[in-house]
C-alpha cells in the first residue's frame, strides 16, 4: 500500500488519485489576475487585519513605608536654604517637612492642608490609602495598648492600695478605708474631690488637717484654671534641677507612671509631701511586691490543668552574696521568678549549698504553688551538678507527677569555654585587646569575613 501512494506521489499525471484540490487553488484577492501569485504588501495585510497588541503587564502596588518613598512627593531646599516638599501631582509646594500633612494632601483626608486637585492614578492611590490605614491602624493599636496598660496600673494600684490599708490598720493608723477603687469603672481614676475646711476643735493648738474623701459618687475633676507661664517655668527648672541633682534620666518624665503619680498629686492639698525613704522601703514596697507577685502566679496558673508548671533553677553569687534563683515557667507566664533565696546566714553558719539544702528551700517555693493547684508541677529543671541533680531527685519523691531533666544550655557553655580556650582563639583575644580601647575589646569583627 505504501508504495503505490510514494509512486502516484511521484507521477501525479500517470497515477492521478481522487483527492480534493481545493486547497490547492491560489487564493484570489479583488482585481487579482487569474493565476496571478504575487505575495501582497505587508502594509495591506496590516491594514486588513490589524494587529492587536499583547495586554500590558499589571503593575505591581507601591510598598510604601513612609509618605516620601513615592517618587510624586519630593524633598527639597528653596534659594535660601528652607526645606520644602514638592507634590508631582497638583505641582504644589510646601514648607517644612510634614509627613502626616503630605499624606493627608494626597488621600484627600484633609487637615491643615488643602486636598491634592491633581489626577492620581489608581496605583498611587490605592497605595496612599493602604499607608493611611496602617497608620492610622497603629495608633489605635497604640492608644489600645495604653488604654489596656492604664487599666491593668488602675487594677495593681488598686489592690497595692488595699494591702498598703490593711498594714496601716495592722500599725494602728487609722485610714480612710478598708479597699480603694481605682479601677475604670470607678470614678476616682478621673476624679478626686477634697474638702480643705474640715479643722480640728479639738484643742487650740492642733493643727488644720485635709480630708481626702474617695467615694463612688464623685463628679468628675475637671480644672479650667490655665497655668501661669512663670509657674509653667519655675515648675520646668525645678524638675530638671531634681533630676539632674539624683542623676536620674532625662525622660523619666515621659514615663506612664511618673505621669499617672503627677495626675493624682493635682487633686491633693497644699499639705500633701511625698512619703518618707521608710514608708515606700517598708510597708509600700510589700504592698507593692504582693500585689505583682499575685499578678505573675495567676497567670502561671492559666491553662495549669492541661500544661502543668515546670520549675527550674540554679545558684549563683553576685558580689560575694551566695543566692538560689527560682523560677518557674508556663504558656501563660514563660519566665515568673518564684524566689530569690539569700544564702548568707546558712553559709555563714558553715553551711553549703549542698542537695538537701537546695531541695528544703525549693521545696518552700513548690508547696506554695502545690497548694493553689494540685500536682501542676511536672518538669524540674536544673544543669549538670551533682548537687542539683541530686536535689531534684529528692524534690521528685515530694512532687510524684514531675519529672527531673538535665538543662542543656550548661553544656552549650561548656563547649563555648573549651572554644575560647584554644590558642587561636586566645591569639584573637590578644589583637583585640590592642586595638581597642581598654576592658571594652569584643569578637564581634570576627562575623566580617577577612579578605
Known amino acids: 500500500m505504501f508504495p503505490t501512494i510514494l509512486i502516484a506521489f511521484l507521477y501525479p499525471s500517470k497515477y492521478r488519485l481522487n483527492m480534493p484540490t481545493s486547497h490547492l487553488t491560489p487564493v484570489r484577492h479583488g482585481d487579482d489576475n487569474d493565476g496571478d501569485l504575487t505575495p501582497r504588501p505587508l502594509d495591506e495585510i496590516f491594514a486588513a487585519q490589524p494587529m492587536v497588541p499583547p495586554p500590558l503587564p499589571p503593575l505591581e502596588p507601591l510598598a510604601l513605608t513612609s509618605i516620601w518613598d513615592s517618587d510624586m512627593i519630593q524633598k527639597f531646599h528653596d534659594e535660601s536654604g528652607r526645606p520644602k516638599w514638592r507634590c ?129 459618687h464623685l463628679t468628675s475633676f475637671n480644672s479650667t484654671a490655665r497655668s501661669h507661664p512663670e509657674s509653667i517655668r519655675a515648675a520646668n527648672v525645678a524638675f530638671a534641677h531634681w533630676c539632674l541633682a539624683n542623676s536620674l534620666p532625662f525622660n523619666i518624665g515621659e514615663c506612664l507612671l511618673f505621669k499617672r503619680y503627677t495626675r493624682l498629686v493635682q487633686n491633693t492639698g497644699s499639705d500633701y509631701s511625698p512619703p518618707s525613704r521608710y514608708e515606700v522601703g517598708g510597708s509600700l514596697l510589700k504592698a507593692t511586691y504582693d500585689s505583682y507577685y499575685a499578678e505573675e502566679v495567676a497567670k502561671l496558673l492559666d491553662d495549669v490543668e492541661l500544661y502543668g508548671i515546670s520549675v527550674y533553677g540554679d545558684g549563683a553569687t553576685i558580689k560575694t552574696t551566695p543566692l ?48 493553689l493547684a494540685k500536682r501542676s508541677i511536672i518538669t524540674i529543671m536544673f544543669d549538670g551538678a551533682s548537687n542539683v541533680q541530686k536535689a531534684g531527685e529528692i524534690m521528685r519523691q515530694h512532687c510524684p507527677s514531675a519529672t527531673v531533666e538535665h538543662g542543656a544550655e550548661h553544656v552549650v557553655s561548656l563547649i563555648v569555654e573549651k572554644f575560647i580556650k584554644l590558642p587561636c582563639f586566645r591569639e584573637v583575644a590578644k589583637f583585640c585587646k590592642c586595638v581597642s580601647r581598654a576592658g571594652s575589646w569584643s569578637l564581634t569583627f570576627l562575623s566580617t569575613p577577612f579578605n
Open 324 to 371: 538560689i534563683n527560682i523560677l518557674a515557667s508556663s504558656p501563660g507566664n514563660p519566665a515568673c521568678v518564684l524566689d530569690v533565696i539569700d544564702c548568707s546566714n546558712h553559709m555563714s553558719e558553715g553551711g553549703k549549698k549542698d542537695a538537701k539544702y537546695i531541695a528544703t528551700e525549693m521545696l518552700k517555693v513548690i508547696a506554695k504553688i502545690e497548694n
Open 88 to 216: 508631582c501631582h497638583c505641582q504644589g509646594e510646601w514648607y517644612e517637612y510634614n509627613a502626616t500633612k503630605a499624606l493627608g494632601h494626597v488621600t484627600g483626608i484633609v487637615k491643615d492642608i488643602k486636598a491634592c486637585s491633581g489626577m492620581i492614578g489608581s496605583r498611587y492611590k490605592e497605595s496612599y490609602l493602604d499607608l493611611h490605614r496602617s497608620k492610622f491602624s497603629k495608633t489605635v493599636e497604640k492608644q489600645h495598648r495604653i488604654n489596656k496598660l492604664n487599666t491593668s496600673l488602675d487594677n495593681t494600684d488598686s489592690n497595692i492600695g488595699t494591702s498598703y490599708a490593711a498594714q496601716s490598720k495592722v500599725r494602728g493608723k487609722r485610714y480612710l478605708q478598708d479597699t480603694i477603687n481605682l479601677t475604670a469603672e470607678s470614678p476616682i481614676t478621673n476624679s478626686i474631690t477634697t474638702a480643705s475646711s474640715a479643722r480640728s476643735t479639738v484643742s487650740k493648738k492642733a493643727k488644720a488637717t485635709f480630708q481626702t474623701t474617695i467615694t463612688n
